[in-house]
């Protein structure tokens, strides 16, 4: 499997309930590498171009609302398939539907909610991680 690149989000939820480090080491035991990590408070204009991809759907605002709401830790992630292996360790968008031992299952307390955000694709990867990261931060 190839060496990939994901773009990590710990949602304003977790944040604000002392979760980071938990989902910290919760990577760092999944067998990630942390390429890189920030920590910022998003205005709601970042958070419209983040998921400019869902602006036509019914919980966009709300959603942009939330995501602007507190700080998050914005992480760029390494492993062999990296983009599959962060959305199976976050499990299900949906905390009640996903696996249990998932971050969500675990940690989050409703869909939008669920601690955490994980890039879905190769090519929104390389959108989201160029989004947080400059070139030189991803050496
Ligand atoms: P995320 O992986 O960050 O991508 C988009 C987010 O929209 C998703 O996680 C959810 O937290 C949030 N969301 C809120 N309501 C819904 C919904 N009804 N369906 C899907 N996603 C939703």
Same mark, same amino acid.
């Given at each position: 499997?190839? !060496?990939?690149?994901? $773009?990590?989000?710990? *949602?304003?939820? =977790?944040? @604000?309930? @002392? $979760?980071? %480090?938990? +989902?910290?080491?919760? !990577?760092? #035991? =999944? @067998?990630?590498?942390?390429?890189? +990590? #920030?920590?910022?408070?998003?205005?709601? #204009?970042? /958070?419209? @171009?983040?998921?400019?991809?869902?602006?036509?759907?019914?919980?966009?605002?709300?959603?942009?609302?939330?995501?602007?709401?507190? *700080?998050?830790?914005?992480?760029?992630?390494?492993?062999?398939? /990296?983009?599959?292996?962060?959305?199976?360790?976050?499990?299900?968008?949906?905390?009640?539907?996903? /696996?249990?031992?998932? !971050?969500?299952?675990?940690?989050?307390?409703? !869909? %939008?909610?669920?601690?955490?955000?994980?890039?879905?694709?190769?090519?929104?990867? =390389?959108?989201? $991680? %160029?989004?947080?990261?400059?070139?030189?931060?991803?050496?």
């Amino acid at each position: 499997m190839a !060496i990939e690149r994901t $773009l990590a989000i710990i *949602k304003p939820d =977790a944040f @604000g309930r @002392g $979760l980071a %480090g938990e +989902i910290v080491s919760r !990577i760092n #035991k =999944a @067998g990630f590498q942390i390429v890189a +990590i #920030k920590s910022m408070h998003l205005t709601r #204009k970042e /958070a419209e @171009g983040f998921y400019a991809v869902h602006r036509e759907r019914g919980f966009f605002g709300e959603l942009t609302e939330f995501m602007s709401s507190g *700080k998050v830790v914005v992480l760029a992630l390494q492993a062999e398939g /990296a983009i599959l292996k962060w959305r199976d360790t976050m499990g299900a968008t949906d905390p009640a539907k996903a /696996a249990p031992g998932t !971050i969500r299952r675990d940690l989050g307390t409703s !869909i %939008g909610n669920n601690c955490t955000h994980g890039s879905d694709a190769p090519d929104t990867a =390389a959108f989201e $991680l %160029g989004y947080f990261f400059a070139g030189y931060e991803l050496i």
